[in-house]
């Protein structure tokens, strides 16, 4: 079972309310906690919008291999995983927002260069965070119809 932020027992789960702390109280390591389980769980997330098995590479290998040299497209992969972590945690819903909003303003200031002077080297980690882009915007405005 997963541990929680701060938490010292074993059996808390992270989605406990009093465990999932707001971006400006939380520690540079309940952070990178946090990140590590989004990380973990982007391999259930996409399979909600690759809806083709010819996607799946792409999504799998090459979102998650960009990622990794491009900072942008990380962060982005993190909020759209916080963003449906939040779906599934009612309880604790809003601070996944909030971080997922704080991850967005910086995915979006890292990928202001690259947007600037689209390559051959980042083309393929633009189209990536365009397309989470539009899923995160899409998927935030959806929801704000009920």
């Known amino acids: 079972m997963s541990r929680g932020l701060g ?5 808390t789960p992270f989605h406990s309310p009093s465990l999932v702390l707001s971006p400006s109280q939380s520690s540079k390591a309940s952070v990178r906690l946090l990140e590590l389980e989004l990380l973990y ?8 919008f690759a809806l083709f098995l010819s996607d799946k590479e792409l999504w799998e290998s090459f979102a998650v291999e960009e990622a990794l040299k491009f900072e942008f497209l990380m ?3 993190l909020v ?4 449906h972590k939040a779906t599934e945690v009612p309880e604790s819903a809003s601070e996944y927002v909030k971080y997922a909003l704080e991850w967005k ?3 979006l200031v890292l990928a202001h260069d690259a947007l600037q002077n689209i390559n051959q080297g980042n083309s393929g980690a633009v189209f990536i965070f365009s397309i ?10 959806v929801s704000t119809w009920y």
């Open 7 to 11: 938490s010292t027992h074993a059996h």
């Open 41 to 48: 769980r982007y391999s259930k997330t996409y399979k909600g």
């Open 75 to 77: 962060m982005e992969i």
């Open 80 to 83: 759209l995983v916080a963003l």
């Open 105 to 107: 303003n910086e995915a």
């Open 132 to 141: 989470m882009t539009m899923i995160c915007h899409c998927s935030t405005s």
